[in-house]
Nanobody, 116 residues
Framework: QVQLVESGGELVQPGGSLRLSCVIS????????MGWYRQAPGKQRESVATLTTVGITSYADSVKGRFTISRDYTKTTVYLQMISLKPEDTAVYYC??????????WGKGTVVTVSS
C-alpha cells in the first residue's frame, strides 16, 4: 500500500552535514505520521525524529538541535537534515510511516557512517 525508499546515506567526517531523503509512493493519504529511525551495530532500532500531518515534530534527545525532519509541499518526500554529525550517529537510517488505521511501513534503510 505504501512504499518508502531512502537515499542520501554516505560516509561523512565528524562535524559534517548530511540530508537524507525518503520518497513515499502508494496510498499516501492514509498516513498520519512520518519518521526516521536508526539502528547502530549491536543496538536496537530507535526513533530519531517524527512528523505528523499537522506539522508536529518530535526528536530524540540525542539529536535535538542537530537534526531536522521536514516534508516537501507535495508530501511525497520526507527529509532528515543532519548537522554537527558525531561518530555515534553512525547507523542504518530507516524511514517509517504510520497510517491512521495503525499500519506501519518501513523502508530498507540507508547507511550513514560518521568517521574521520
Amino acid at each position: 500500500q505504501v512504499q518508502l525508499v531512502e537515499s542520501g546515506g554516505e560516509l561523512v567526517q565528524p562535524g559534517g552535514s548530511l540530508r537524507l531523503s525518503c520518497v513515499i509512493s502508494g496510498s499516501i493519504l492514509i498516513l498520519n505520521t512520518m519518521g526516521w529511525y536508526r539502528q547502530a551495530p549491536g543496538k536496537q532500532r530507535e526513533s530519531v525524529a517524527t512528523l505528523t500531518t499537522v506539522g508536529i515534530t518530535s526528536y530524540a534527545d540525542s539529536v535535538k538541535g542537530r537534526f531536522t525532519i521536514s516534508r516537501d509541499y507535495t508530501k511525497t518526500t520526507v527529509y532528515l537534515q543532519m548537522i554537527s554529525l558525531k561518530p555515534e550517529d553512525t547507523a542504518v537510517y530507516y524511514c517509517n510511516a504510520r497510517s491512521r488505521g495503525g499500519q506501519i511501513f518501513w523502508g530498507k534503510g540507508t547507511v550513514v557512517t560518521v568517521s574521520s
